[in-house]
């Protein structure tokens, strides 16, 4: 379903695509091992989710989405830039791999 919505080019279709992927986003499949694990760090430990663009933007009457706070992206890249500063990115060993470090 997901690849005939895509292709059909209609809006509706287009529509439904995107919804199914905010629900559950299917890119991980894709990614390279170490930017999978970043992917992961960022949504799963972290819990930042996928951002939802304009969707995402507060409003006082809409300050929900799906059952989360809104919140504009520079406050959910805050979050990220935190773990990175407090060395907390070491955690999901983005440069190991099953063979060992890449830099080695």
């Known amino acids: 379903m997901r690849c005939a919505a895509r292709r059909s080019g209609s809006p509706r ?6 919804e199914a992927f905010f629900h559950a986003p299917g890119s991980a499949q894709y990614l390279k091992e170490g930017t999978r694990r970043g992917c992961h760090f960022v949504h799963e430990t972290l819990e930042v989710p996928f951002h939802r663009g304009i969707e995402e ?12 706070p809104k ?14 500063r407090d060395d907390h990115l070491d955690d999901c060993s983005l440069n190991d791999t099953e063979e060992g470090p890449r830099n080695a």
Do not use: C, H, W
């Open 13 to 18: 279709g287009y529509i439904r695509y995107r």
């Open 57 to 68: 933007q507060p409003e006082p009457s809409n300050t929900e989405i799906d059952g989360r």
């Open 71 to 84: 919140k504009i992206i520079g406050t959910r890249l805050s979050v990220i830039y935190e773990a990175v």
